[in-house]
C-alpha cells in the first residue's frame, strides 16, 4: 500500500466519530441474524400512528408528515439493523444514546414509502397529494388528472342569549356579542356582516345561518378540506368558482395533463316578442348564457349554472304571480341541444318543447346537467347581437386525460 494511502486511513482512524461509526456498524452487522429473528417477534411501530395527520388529508409537496416525538423506542436487542440506518444519516446522537439506554427509535425509512423522505418530507410529486398507508408504509399518492369535491355548509353561525355564536364543524370557535357583528369578527367572504346583523336582529334564539363553505365527498375520497386551507391547496380560482355556485355544486378543485375536446354545440335565436319586452328578454337571454359559461360538470355528477340573481321579471298574465323571466327558453334549448348532442341526458329542469323552461323554474339553479358520461364537461355559452336579433351559442367540451 502507498505511504500516502497509508496516511489517508491513519487519518481517518484518529478521527473519533469514525472510530465510533465503525464500531457501530460492525455491532449492527454481526446483530443482524438475531435482530431478523425477533423482529418477527417483536415488529415495528405502527405508520400510521407517527403523524399528527390522518389518512385522508391533502398533502403539499414539501409537508413534514411525520411527528418524531410519536415514534416510539424499541429494545435494541429486537432492531439492531437500526444501528446501521442512524449511522447511514451520521446520526451519531441517536447512536449514542440507543446503545446507553439499549432501545432505539424505528428510524423513518422503516415506516415510509417512496414518496415520503428518510426525515418524513412528502417529496417527488407535484400538486395536492393525499396522505395514505399502502402496504403498511405511510405515503402520498400523487394528485389524479382530475380531483373534484362538493360546495357545502361547514361554518355557521347562531343565535343564542349570550351572541352570534360561531361553529365549525360542530366546534364552537367563539362567540361574537350581537353589537359587534362585523366584517372584522366573523368570516364574510359569502356574507358580509352588515347582512349577518340584519339576519341577526331578526332571528329568534336558536337559528342558524351559514357562514363559510368547505369542500367535502372527494373523488379520490380525500378528507374534507376546510375553508381555510382551500386556497393553499387549490389555489384563488377555485375559491372563486365556489363563490359562484350553489350549495352542493360539484366542484372541479384540481386538473392537470388532460386536453380540452370540442364534442358538441348548438345555438338558438331570441327572436322579437314585442309584449314581453325584446330588451329584457335579451338581458335574460345573456345572463342565462354568463350563469352557465364555465360551468364543469364532473362524470357521474349534476351541477346548475351559477346561483340565482340577474334575471329581469318580465310582465306576463299567464304566469304563477304575473311575471316570468321571459328570454331564458332560447339559450336554455341551445344548452339543451348542445349537451344532448354529447351524449348525456335531458338536463333537470328543461323538458323537450319550444317552451323548454316551465314557469317556477329557476334558469340556473333549477337547471342541472347530468353526466353520465367517463370524462367531465365544460359547458361555454355566449350571446352576439341585440335586443330580438340576440344568438345564443352553446358548446360542449370533454376534458380528457392525456
Known sequence: ME??????????????????????IFLGIISTP????????????????????????????GTDVVDDSKIRR??????????IEFARDYRIMDLMESLLTGSIRTPIVHLTGGSISR???????????????NAGKLTVNPPDNFIWGFKNPYIYGYKTKN??????????????????????????????GEKVKEWYDKAQVGDKIVLDYALTNFNDGRN?????????????????????????????????????QKVSGSASYLGSFPEFNDYSRAHNAREFAEKWNGTIVPPQSLASGKKSGGFVAVRDPEAPGGFASHGTCPPARALRGAVTSAGVPLPVGLN????????????????????????PLLIVMWTAGAAGNTQIYAEVYELVPN
Open 3 to 24: 505511504k500516502e494511502e497509508l496516511s489517508i486511513l491513519k487519518k481517518y482512524w484518529e478521527n473519533s466519530a469514525f472510530k465510533v461509526l465503525l464500531v457501530l
Open 34 to 61: 438475531l435482530g431478523v429473528y425477533l423482529e418477527g417477534v417483536y415488529p415495528a411501530q405502527n405508520a400510521e400512528e407517527i403523524t399528527s395527520l390522518s389518512p385522508g388529508d391533502t398533502i403539499l409537496p
Open 74 to 83: 424499541a429494545p435494541l436487542i429486537t432492531h439492531p439493523r437500526y444501528l
Open 119 to 133: 426525515y418524513g418530507i412528502a417529496t417527488g410529486y407535484e400538486g395536492p397529494g393525499m396522505l395514505v398507508v
Open 163 to 192: 351572541g352570534l355564536e360561531i361553529s365549525e364543524n360542530n366546534q364552537t370557535l367563539r362567540v361574537v356579542g350581537g353589537e359587534d357583528i362585523s366584517n372584522d369578527t366573523i368570516p364574510n367572504q359569502y356574507i358580509s
Open 224 to 260: 374534507t378540506v376546510p375553508p381555510s386551507r382551500i386556497v393553499d391547496y387549490f389555489g384563488e380560482s377555485v375559491q372563486e368558482y365556489i363563490k359562484d355556485y350553489p350549495d352542493g355544486a360539484p366542484v372541479m378543485a384540481y386538473m392537470q395533463g388532460y386536453t380540452t
Open 352 to 375: 323537450w318543447s319550444f317552451h323548454c323552461i316551465a314557469f317556477g323554474v329557476d334558469p340556473s339553479t333549477g337547471v342541472k346537467v347530468n353526466n353520465t358520461g367517463e370524462y
